[in-house]
């Protein structure tokens, strides 16, 4: 009721005859082959109280692809914008957060103004001296402005209520529904106003689906024969907008108030118990429906600092159904409720806590487990959706993302192909968005970051499927991209990580880095240095952005600073496996660096890497790593790598019988080693190694041999 749409007809009627618009229908509900009437070229879609649409990813979508160059506007209510943030970012469509217009209070002035101007129509003839009170009392919504001039106007509304605000706002929306339900109402005006506090409350709803005609009969006690005739009445009437097959209350405003005098008693500031008993009636989208309005409700009142508790009792149920629920159960119950999470983020962060530490303990339907077995894995697999809507409250990220992590750090599916991955979620928020170039988009990166930190304290990461590093990772990047849909095909556009306005997120999680190749786990260490690699790396010409020297020139100074953290590294971190990691992502910028400087440094560090009797020895018996003598050369010579990965093995033989001139040692040191490197996820290949030296030094391989068959289930064995 504050005017949003009528303001968006304004700024439309003033845009050049020109210009391309188009109004969305309330209607209908939208398909493909609709977006496709649309205007091509540069052109406006209005999407008015976009949040209430459920086909909006559809349209989305659909605009994308095939009307690349149409610009949308869309509307909606202030509860509403977090789920619509959320359809946004699926929907791969850019918007800019900060430029979102949020319509204030009208001037006492102006609804003074538009209140005489209501109070001067012919039909109404009222007093225009009550205009400026009128104004004063409803300046915040217009609708009520309009509705509440026209009431005081046509003697309704007694001019004495206006020196009361609170009692006349209320007696306006009443009488406005009195109006409506005792002119449609006939001789049981009752009934209509009995199914307008019904269908307020469950909306939309589909007059033919039979579960609402169930629900319907059981709440009104009343035939549905009789009940879809009055629904025909309503919608005639204007009071039911149609959209495809379901209907919803119009205006919003006094859908809204209908919903608030039915669920909350106000002077006792507690919940009626209407809702309660709706609730009882209702199945599957029905039940969402209600939680979701109310939810809505339960919103504003306690952004007005009142306690509802509206949905107490229903909370309750829900909780209770869920408790003895099996596998199963839980998982669809969790589908239909997660779009009630934008409007309920704490009762749905202490539902995700619940569920992940509680597993169903109810046997599931005999029928069904031969088809397919549910556990609480699969439950849990519901969990990251639930609170990726919660992440959208800043306030509760910090909690959400933890329980995602929990949850999903044991999660063995591939991220890729499941975007409902828990990792993958939470890679989705620590990667830069294209806002950050604004300087105004990080401070979801810098919540991420330190969520890395509290992940990073645990002793057990080395028992984790997933890393913290695969998130600390999109930190560190230094190209991102977004995806657009157009005409069929999705079109992938990279960006530039903007330097200056990411440096300070970059450095520390750069130090996390290098802390951790320190680790005395190795596991850990070698995980580190994948995301050491990637820090190192230079920016990408991703999807055709050409990378320009100045831009090269300037990330210099981080890649500095990240061969800085290898010289740091290698004073106190001495393992010989991670000697080797490092050597590997070394060796590319020794030869292939954009800027001498980096090519040198690299280089020195990569010779004094090369030393140790330690390093050779794990190159000699782990696959392909014998050829640092690659980084001199400018093209691969299949016959000189052969040569030369013989006379390195050969070297490398002599130097450990010489070492471990015992056939018993040799067999201990050698089997410590292969295990240790299959621990860390290695596939080593000793057999070429074995072989020379079985050839220089036939007797101390059979010593070898005879501890292998008195070992015959060590690491050298198999």
């Known amino acids: ?25 309330s209607s209908p509900s939208i398909e493909m082959k609709d977006v496709e009437l649309l205007p091509n070229g540069p052109s406006y879609l209005v999407i008015d109280d976009a949040h209430e649409r459920g086909d909006l990813e559809v349209i989305l979508n659909g605009v994308a692809r095939v009307k690349p160059e149409l610009k949308v506007i869309l509307s909606s209510r202030p509860y509403g914008i977090t789920k619509l943030q ?27 103004a538009l209140s005489k101007e209501i109070l001067l129509d012919p039909g109404v003839n009222g007093d225009v001296g009550l205009a400026r009170k009128i104004a004063k009392i409803t300046k915040d919504c ?32 009443s009488s406005f529904r009195d109006v409506i339900t005792g002119e449609l109402g006939g001789k049981e005006p009752g009934k209509i106003r009995q199914l307008l506090d019904f269908l307020a409350t469950v909306q939309p709803f589909n007059p033919l689906d039979p579960k609402f005609q169930s629900a319907a009969e059981n709440v009104l006690s009343d035939h549905f024969d009789v009940i879809i005739r009055n629904i025909g009445v309503l919608e005639d009437a204007g009071v039911l907008l149609r959209r495809g097959n379901h209907l919803r209350v119009v205006p919003d405003l006094l859908a809204d108030y209908i919903r608030f005098e039915t669920a909350y008693d106000e002077k006792n500031g507690r919940s009626t118990g209407y809702v309660d008993r709706v609730f009882k009636h209702l199945q599957d989208d029905l039940a969402v429906n209600l939680l979701v309005n109310i939810s809505q409700l339960d919103w504003r009142l306690s952004a007005n600092n009142a306690q ?34 934008y409007y309920q983020p704490q009762r749905f962060l202490n539902l995700v806590e619940y569920l992940k530490n509680n597993p169903s303990k109810t046997p599931e339907d005999p029928k069904l487990a031969g088809l397919y077995k549910y556990t609480h894995q699969d439950v849990l697999k519901e969990l990251p959706e639930i609170l990726r809507r919660l992440c959208y409250h800043l306030d509760y990220l910090p909690r959400c993302v933890d329980l995602m992590w929990e949850i999903a750090r044991g999660d063995l599916r591939q991220t890729n192909p499941h975007p409902e991955h828990g990792i993958r979620i939470l890679q989705d928020l620590a990667q830069y968005d294209i806002y950050e170039l604004t300087g105004k988009g990080v401070q979801i990166n810098e919540l991420m970051l330190e969520a890395v930190k509290r992940w990073l304290s645990d002793s057990h990461l080395p028992e984790y499927v997933h890393s913290p ?26 960006f530039g990580v903007h330097y200056e306005n990411t440096k300070h997120i970059r450095e520390e999680a750069l130090q996390l880095v290098v802390e951790a190749v320190k680790s005395a786990t190795l596991i850990v260490s070698l995980r580190a240095i994948k995301s050491l690699s990637h820090a190192l790396s230079q920016p990408q010409s991703l999807f055709r952005r050409q990378v320009t020297d100045e831009e090269l020139a300037k990330w210099q100074i981080f890649q500095n600073q990240v061969l800085d953290g290898i010289e740091n590294i290698v004073k106190i971190q001495k393992h010989p496996l991670v000697y080797v990691e490092l050597k590997e992502i070394l060796a590319w910028h020794a030869q292939h660096g954009h800027s001498e400087e980096i090519k040198k440094r690299a280089r020195a560090l990569f ?49 450990f019988v010489k070492k471990y001139p015992a056939p018993e040692s040799g067999f201990a040191e050698l089997n410590r080693l292969l295990q240790e490197l299959e621990d860390c996820g290695k596939n080593p290949f000793p057999i070429t190694f074995c072989a020379e030296m079985a050839k220089r030094y036939p007797e101390y391989v059979i010593g070898v041999c005879e501890e292998i068959i008195k070992n015959s289930v060590s690491a050298l064995a198999h």
Do not use: C
């Not at 850019?94 to 102006?110: A, C, F, Q, R």
């Open 1 to 25: 009721g504050i005017g949003k749409s009528r303001l968006l007809k304004a700024w439309a009627d003033g845009l050049a005859t020109s210009v391309g618009i188009r109004f969305l229908s």
């Open 86 to 112: 959320d359809e946004l970012n699926r929907s791969g469509m850019s918007y800019d957060s900060d430029k979102i217009i949020t319509l204030t209070d009208l001037e006492v002035n102006d609804a003074e």
């Open 142 to 173: 217009p609708l009520a402005t309009v509705v509440g001039s026209r009431l005081v106007g046509q003697g309704i509304i007694k001019p004495e209520l206006l020196n009361n605000e609170k009692k006349f706002r209320d007696t306006l929306l």
């Open 308 to 341: 509802s508790a509206l949905l107490d009792a229903i909370w309750k149920q829900i909780l209770s159904e869920l408790e003895v629920a099996n596998h199963s159960d839980r998982t669809f119950i969790l589908k239909r409720l997660k779009d009630a999470a």
């Open 469 to 494: 590093f695969d998130v600390l990772d999109k930190l560190l990047d230094k190209s991102s991209s977004t995806d657009t849909y157009e005409r069929g095909k999705i079109t992938f556009h990279s």
């Open 607 to 655: 010779d004094s890497l090369s030393e140790s009797f330690e390093v050779k020895l794990v190159q000699a018996v782990d696959q392909n790593r014998d050829r640092d003598w690659l980084i001199d050369e400018e093209k691969y010579d299949y016959n000189k790598q052969m040569e030369m990965s013989l006379k390195f093995r050969q070297k490398v033989v002599v130097a």
